[in-house]
T-cell receptor, first 115, second 112 residues
Framework: KQEVTQIPAALSVPEGENLVLNCSFTDSAIYNLQWFRQDPGKGLTSLLLIQSSQREQTSGRLNASLDKSSGRSTLYIAASQPGDSATYLCAVIHAGGTSYGKLTFGQGTILTVHP | DVKVTQSSRYLVKRTGEKVFLECVQD?????MFWYRQDPGLGLRLIYFSYDVKMKEKGDIPEGYSVSREKKERFSLILESASTNQTSMYLCASRPTGGRGYTFGSGTRLTVV
């Protein structure tokens, strides 16, 4: 059974810092990996999607990497801002079997960026 | 941009009521999903659908049913609402063939 773990569970940083959020998964047979952001009481906003054949994706100040063989992904946020404060969720999309196309989520990293 | 629209942001219902949560997507996605999210338990899959009139049970289908009469609409039905169904409900859609998920803004349901 696929398990997804995110470290750290919570992170508090001053504005302007570069930071790294970590995600690990136990089964490397994944289709894609997707990073989401969730603000309190709101839905999930997709940040980056990495196909299994890709190594990284970038969008603005965000960069996500994927090492499928070691079961790891990182989300790098450059020059953090208070508006980046949210919960960040990593999710893997299953590649095959009865779980094909389904998502398994990590428990999330709660990020607080203070001015 | 793909939009997934959930009809209600907040709902308060009484125990025993039949409750309908509606979800509509505007990008012709084949696959649609219903999740619930609870503190400490994360997101859990209730039901999903790969095509019109098709439905598959997820990890926690008990107490729920779904309807997909049109490709763009996926409804979650609580046949007889109970207090343990108080939760945040999230709808999502995904095209077949490699693209990611798009989620709606969520419905916070309280059953009293």
């Amino acid at each position: 059974k696929q398990e997804v773990t995110q470290i750290p569970a919570a992170l508090s940083v001053p504005e302007g810092e570069n930071l790294v959020l970590n995600c690990s998964f136990t089964d490397s047979a994944i289709y894609n990996l997707q990073w989401f952001r969730q603000d309190p009481g709101k839905g999930l906003t997709s940040l980056l999607l990495i196909q299994s054949s890709q190594r990284e994706q970038t969008s603005g100040r965000l960069n996500a990497s994927l090492d499928k063989s070691s079961g790891r992904s990182t989300l790098y946020i450059a020059a953090s801002q208070p508006g980046d404060s949210a919960t960040y969720l990593c999710a893997v999309i299953h590649a095959g079997g009865t779980s094909y196309g389904k998502l398994t989520f990590g428990q999330g990293t709660i990020l607080t960026v203070h001015p | 941009d793909v939009k997934v629209t959930q009809s209600s942001r907040y709902l308060v219902k009484r125990t025993g009521e039949k409750v309908f949560l509606e979800c509509v997507q505007d990008m012709d996605h084949e696959n649609m999903f219903w999740y619930r999210q609870d503190p400490g338990l994360g997101l859990r899959l209730i039901y999903f659908s790969y095509d019109v009139k098709m439905k598959e049970k997820g990890d926690i289908p008990e107490g729920y049913s779904v309807s997909r009469e049109k490709k763009e609409r996926f409804s979650l039905i609580l046949e007889s609402a109970s207090t343990n169904q108080t939760s945040m409900y999230l709808c999502a859609s995904r095209p077949t063939g490699g693209r990611g998920y798009t989620f709606g803004s969520g419905t916070r349901l309280t059953v009293v």
